[in-house]
């Protein structure tokens, strides 16, 4: 298990998955747990795999079917090796799309935080192509992102085996202050975290996202197309993403209700999981 030192992930049944993808045969990784009826599809951030949400699985597994991919090049995610999967924010539309035709149970809650907000974002704005979405939770979406306009090249240049040196313990000691303003990992949980993430390929394909990212980032005009039901799940002291792009989607998005919660950082299902789950499970009862 991806998490097995967790000590949120030690009372659930949780299982470990891995299935053929339409691309080339590339296997899909996700971590799944809960057999009720509805399903919650939870994506994580860049730098990230499904080990994200080992806070919130346990307490959601109890009410929904709970399903954790790892985004292309995260985790234990193999589908990033087949062409058909560009790093770029298209490239993770075309991976969600296949995901969503491999899992083929019906509608589906979808919930993504930073990276996989962004493209849960993305998707809802295509209901034809994503007819599967139910309603949308944005948990600390990467789309007005407070970066200087160079950085996206910039990140793509970065050589993978130099970027690798900051995927260490020294490097998530460091970043940590930053990301969570309550949580901190367990030594164990730190190994858990950084070992399918280091790999050379696999830092290469996440910097061709994380600079294609931030390229595209600074526009919500669209933003009032979503007819999708929608949570927007904000910290008040999020480094990276700044506050009133929150505000400005609450009053965009038609159908939608923000949750700011205090003293949280841009993590909010690991600083605050009793608060994102009672706020999520809240949403989806009514949804």
């Known amino acids: 298990m991806l998490f097995s030192h967790s000590n949120h992930s030690r009372r659930v049944p949780v299982r470990s998955v891995y299935r053929p993808s339409p691309f080339d045969g590339r296997p899909f990784h996700w971590i799944e747990a809960g057999d009720g009826q509805a399903q919650v599809v939870f994506l994580h951030g860049i730098l990230a795999h499904s080990m994200a949400f080992r806070c919130i699985l346990e307490s959601s597994a109890r009410n929904y079917r709970v399903i954790v991919p790892d985004l292309p090049g995260h985790g234990r995610d193999r589908t990033f090796q087949s062409d058909a999967i560009a790093p770029s924010l298209q490239g993770l539309l ?22 996989g907000a962004t493209v849960a974002y993305l998707a809802a704005l295509q209901p034809r192509r994503f007819p599967a979405i139910q309603s949308l939770t944005l948990a600390s979406p990467g789309l007005q992102i407070r970066v200087p306009s160079w950085t996206g090249s910039l990140v793509g240049k970065i ?12 490097g998530v000691r460091i970043y940590e202050p930053l990301q969570w303003r309550r949580a901190r990992m367990s030594a164990h949980e730190v190994r858990d975290y950084l070992h399918p993430i280091r790999e050379v390929h696999r830092i290469r394909h996440i910097l061709g996202i994380g600079s294609d990212l ?31 792009t929150a505000f400005a989607l609450e009053k965009k998005i038609p159908d939608s209700r923000l949750e700011i919660f205090k003293n949280c950082g841009h993590c909010p299902m690991e600083d605050c999981p009793a608060d994102f789950h009672d706020v999520l499970h809240r949403f989806l009862t009514t949804h």
């Open 159 to 170: 050589p993978a085996r130099l970027a690798r040196l900051g995927v260490s313990r020294a």
């Open 214 to 244: 931030v390229d595209q980032t600074g526009s919500i005009d669209d933003a009032h197309l979503i007819a999708h039901p929608s949570l927007i799940i904000w910290g008040d002291k999020d480094h990276l993403l700044p506050l009133p």
């Open 94 to 115: 075309t991976w969600l799309e296949g995901f969503f035709d491999t899992i083929d149970d019906g509608p589906v809650h979808l919930v993504g935080h930073s990276l």
